[in-house]
């Protein structure tokens, strides 16, 4: 049993006032002193039994009839089909629509979403008004809008004929867990869930989680009803991968992988091509299996001076939103470092890594450290101090404001450095760790055995997890450093004792340690090939060169370090329709933040009218997932058969479905009015009795 008005169920409470009357309103007796008492033994035991029976009906009865009268302007109802499907007056109606970037498959002369609103409109004819209703959008799934009190069609079309497609991933489990936390906060009692979907497989989320969120609704009384469409997508979707590259070679070669999914269900052959700017620079052919993929591989070098921005494109079909994938290659700039030593062999290897190619972008400049204040420390990225532990007070204060600019420091402790001296310099000047003590006298040679995989430095070093070459170089003497959170270890020894530590101030990377002499005093490390290439890699991943680029999606914020110099509002951006706006300042950052990605394309960086950077955003890779469930899939795969129910726009409304709308609930409220005139006789006519007994 449900009911069309459940609010007037909120007086069931004053079903209670016959009793509360009945409690105040018992005499009171008080004692009289009777000198005979043969008048009160002809009373009969059975009489007052009579009377008090007589007493407890009436009470009974009127309660009864406060109980029937709420329930009457309640207006019961028995279903006898699923309650899920009939909008009743009075309901409250939570209705998801997937408004993600696949729903704006062009279908005939409009799109997906369009055919899905037009559906669910057409048989809002059928619907009982007024109804409470709340809109979730897929592709904000924590925000739940209350439209309101829905009075008629016109009302409800108004509320959602105005909802567009967007260039976002939909997230459909969010959505119903957001409405089954609403739910335990709300007083409704007819509730129902419709959800609007194309049921694309990455926007449902896990299967076995979905199952788990139904039967929550289920056992709140609550049946989904999907409404989705069985559409012929006639589409292919593009998705790239821009290949790590080493960024200290200055004509590597970058690899740009494409994937192309076929959504359709026959073969299909297209071109697609790589273009700088609007040029064509190359085209090829591929031809995706039916509801399968295809990948292809272009290679391009970037020139050295300038950005490398462009994008790789598919032939135009139905959803053109996913017929490009942008990219932007930053221009490989001169990387200067100062290497200062104590003596030429603490700098000659350093130098000597850092040169090992002829193809090299980082510039070395060797100096001893007698000749430290002849060279101006704010025209280098990257300060290498090899075999130094002390500084004279006006070299620390320089040194200082140079990192303050952005300078980085790489230090490798040496012979001649005592731990007393290099933790007076430069664990309490510049937040590196502390050298605990000098180990030597091994057994055996220490190796290098582990390192943080997921870190960007060794990002594509090696094909394999790990390589002889890693573990080759012996050490016979490693000073030991105390690790704290800001000074985590990224590579390790075979004792477990960390050999390179990256330095963080307030979550700013600032420098490199390498646990090792820069000269070949301590291991053998300055001969194998591992050197020049970790060094190199510091070297880049310090400046911010490093090897990996942040993938970012429509959607995602863009965030910036100005520099300590900059000043903000200096900063400008520009969207690919043309539009111009400003960033963000978080203070507490101290970055610049944009949030309205909302559109894919290349977003240009300007520092007041020059070019700083080009950032490429593309739409999220689960929106070109070529793969969408079917009713019988969900029900197979789920276990879900009566547990939701499953409205098809493509089959239209035939006369099956035009029957699950229609009135098909038995009203009980005539019924409970009658009895409740019938019980107000009874009760009039016992307490009229009463009375006169």
């Known amino acids: 049993m449900a009911f069309a008005n459940p609010g007037i169920l909120y007086l069931l409470p004053l079903i209670s006032l016959p009793t509360i009357i009945h409690l105040l309103g018992r005499r009171k007796y008080k004692k009289v002193y009777f000198s005979d008492i043969r008048f009160i033994k002809n009373l009969e035991k059975d009489v007052i039994k009579r009377l008090k029976i007589q007493q407890i009906l009436i009470l009974l009865l009127r309660t009864l009839i406060i109980l029937l009268i709420i329930l009457t302007f309640a207006r019961p109802y028995l279903s006898k089909k699923y309650l899920g499907l009939n909008v009743k007056k009075g309901s409250c109606l939570y209705l998801v629509i997937d408004n993600s970037n696949s729903t704006s498959l062009l279908i005939n002369n ?21 109804f409470e209703l709340n809109l979730i959008l897929a592709t904000a799934p924590d925000t739940i809008s209350f439209v309101g009190r829905i009075k008629s069609p016109k009302e409800f079309s108004m509320a959602i004929k105005n909802i567009t497609p967007v260039p976002l991933a939909g997230n459909l489990e969010r959505a119903i867990e957001k409405i089954l936390k609403n739910l335990k906060n709300s007083g409704e009692l007819n509730k129902l ?3 609007l979907s194309d049921m694309q497989s990455s926007n449902i989320g896990s299967l076995s989680r979905l199952q788990k969120l139904i039967k929550e609704l289920n056992k709140k009384n609550i049946y989904p009803v999907i409404v989705c469409g069985n559409f012929t997508k006639h589409n292919c979707s593009l998705r790239g991968y821009l290949s790590d590259t080493e960024l200290t070679l200055r004509n590597a070669e970058f690899r740009i992988r494409v994937e ?18 609007e040029e064509k620079l190359a085209q090829n052919m591929v031809t995706p299996n039916p509801q399968g993929t295809a990948q292809h591989e272009f290679r391009i070098t970037p020139m050295a001076t300038n950005f490398l921005t462009g994008y790789i494109s598919i032939s135009n079909d139905n959803l053109p939103l996913d017929n490009k994938w942008f990219f932007s290659i930053p221009p490989r700039k001169k990387i200067k470092v100062l290497i200062a030593g104590r003596h030429p062999e603490d700098i000659k290897f350093i130098y000597n890594a850092l040169i090992s190619s002829d193809t090299t972008v980082v510039k070395p400049e060797p100096c001893e450290i007698e000749q430290l ?11 290498i101090f090899s075999n130094i532990d002390t500084l004279k007070d006006h070299q620390v204060i320089r040194l200082k404001e ?24 430069w664990p ?18 220490l190796v290098l055995k582990g390192y943080d995989r997921n870190h960007p430095i060794f990002k594509g070093m090696w094909r394999k997890e790990i390589t002889s070459e890693f573990s080759s170089a012996r050490f016979h003497t490693v000073p030991a450093f105390s690790i704290t959170e800001r000074t985590p270890p990224l590579i390790t020894f075979s004792d477990g004792k960390p050999f390179l530590i990256e330095i963080r101030d307030h979550g700013k990377t600032i420098g490199m340690l390498f646990a090792t002499s820069g000269s070949d005093s301590w291991s053998d490390l300055q001969y194998k090939g591992l050197f020049p290439a970790l060094l190199l890699r510091a070297v880049t991943y310090l400046t911010g060169q490093n090897l990996t680029r942040t993938n970012i999606f429509v959607g995602d914020t863009i965030i ?9 509002s200096e900063f400008t951006i520009t969207k690919p329709n043309g539009n111009i706006s400003y960033f963000h300042f978080d203070r507490s950052s101290g970055k610049l933040k944009f949030y309205n990605t909302d559109e894919p394309g290349l977003y240009t960086i300007r520092k007041g009218k020059k070019i700083t950077s080009y950032i490429a955003v593309n739409i999220q890779p689960e929106e070109t997932d070529g793969k969408f469930l079917l009713p019988e899939d969900l029900i197979e795969k789920t276990n879900l058969k009566d547990k939701l129910l499953w409205l098809d726009v493509t089959s239209g409304i035939n006369t099956n479905n ?7 609930s038995l009203e009980l409220s005539h019924l409970f009015l009658i009895i409740s005139l019938v019980l107000i006789a009874i009760e009039m006519y016992l307490s009229r009795i009463n009375k006169i007994s």
Not at 373 to 383: C, I, P
């Open 110 to 130: 409009s799109n997906a979403l369009e055919e899905l609103l037009t559906y669910i409109l057409t048989i809002s004819d059928e619907f009982e008004y007024p």
């Open 193 to 195: 869930v419709w959800i």
């Open 260 to 277: 192309i999914a076929n959504w359709d269900t026959v073969r299909n052959k297209l071109s697609v091509a790589l273009y700088t700017g």
């Open 373 to 383: 204040d002849y060279y101006k420390m704010s025209d280098f990225q990257v300060l």
């Open 402 to 425: 140079v990192l303050k600019s952005g300078s980085k420091i790489v230090l490798f402790p040496g012979v001649d450095c005592t731990p007393k001296r290099f933790n007076n310099l």
């Open 428 to 445: 309490k000047g510049f937040h590196f760790p502390k050298w605990e003590k000098t180990l030597s006298s091994f057994k055996t040679y």
């Open 560 to 568: 910036i370090d100005p520099g300590n110099a900059a000043i903000p």
């Open 658 to 664: 035009a029957n699950l709308f229609s009135v098909i």
